[in-house]
């Protein structure tokens, strides 16, 4: 499965972006989706995790804030986030998961000014 990541800016605090993730070659159909960011200097940090039934389980420092959605016609998958905060700027990525096998495309940049 390939990956595009899009959605990413330069966003004040207290604003809103929508991040997606297009796969070519296959669908999420059969897939858990995780999305994770990397800060510059940090280690990858898991941001959520979407079980193929559609439940989502979010880090704490997000939650309530971020929102993952499918979207079958699209062959998509969005993380709407809200109330940016300047920690949450990071290069964002969609990783489809099956078998244990994480499948990664290029992250999208996230920039969050204050």
């Known amino acids: 499965v390939q990956l595009q990541a899009s959605g990413g800016g330069l966003v004040q605090a207290g604003g809103s972006l929508r991040l997606s993730c297009a796969a070519s070659g296959s669908t999420f159909s059969g897939y858990a989706v995780d999305w994770f960011r990397q800060a510059p200097g940090k280690q990858r940090e898991l941001v959520s995790s979407?079980?193929?039934?559609?439940?989502?389980n979010y880090v704490g420092s997000v939650k309530g804030r971020f929102t993952v959605s499918r979207d079958v016609a699209e062959n998509a998958v969005h993380l709407q986030m809200n109330s940016l905060k300047p920690e949450d700027t990071a290069v964002y990525y969609c990783?489809?998961?099956?078998?244990?096998?994480?499948?990664w495309g290029q992250g999208t940049q996230v920039t969050v000014s204050s």
């Open positions: 990783s489809p998961v099956r078998n244990g096998i994480h499948y």
């Open positions: 979407t079980t193929t039934g559609g439940s989502t």
